[in-house]
Nanobody
Framework: QVQLVESGGGLVQAGGSLRLSCAAS????????MGWFRQAPGKEREFVVA????????YYADSVKGRFTISRDNAKNTVYLQMNSLKPEDTAVYYC????????????????????WGQGTQVTVSS
């Protein structure tokens, strides 16, 4: 089992940047695929971006391509989400999650493929 703790959220103006971090407990972080999801008020949770165990595969939602970058440091048990050119529509609670899959877009974009979730961190982008 793995526990996930997100950090780095906050309030930023449109066009600004934030970097989210997700720290994982345990010694098996490298065996988990990692994803970021977000949920805005009144909306369903949606996929944002994901990265495979070794970092060799990444998957991005169309809405964030070219603006967000996911990376991971298995030595530090941490996954990062660099968010640039933020827009008001990026406002949401951002959750990191872990799954057991090696690769495959279908295994990474669906929230029901993830077994572990963090508590979330709020990102607010003002116009």
């Amino acid at each position: 089992q793995v526990q996930l703790v997100e950090s780095g959220g906050g309030l930023v103006q449109a066009g600004g940047s934030l970097r989210l971090s997700c720290a994982a407990s345990g010694r098996t972080f490298g065996t988990y695929g990692m994803g970021w999801f977000r949920q805005a008020p009144g909306k369903e949770r949606e996929f944002v971006v994901a990265i495979s165990r070794s970092g060799g595969y990444t998957y991005y939602a169309d809405s964030v391509k070219g603006r967000f970058t996911i990376s991971r440091d298995n030595a530090k048990n941490t996954v990062y989400l660099q968010m640039n050119s933020l827009k008001p529509e990026d406002t949401a609670v951002y959750y990191c999650a872990a799954n057991h899959y090696y690769s495959g877009e279908d295994n990474y974009i669906a929230s029901d493929k993830y077994s572990y979730w963090g508590q979330g961190t709020q990102v607010t982008v003002s116009s």
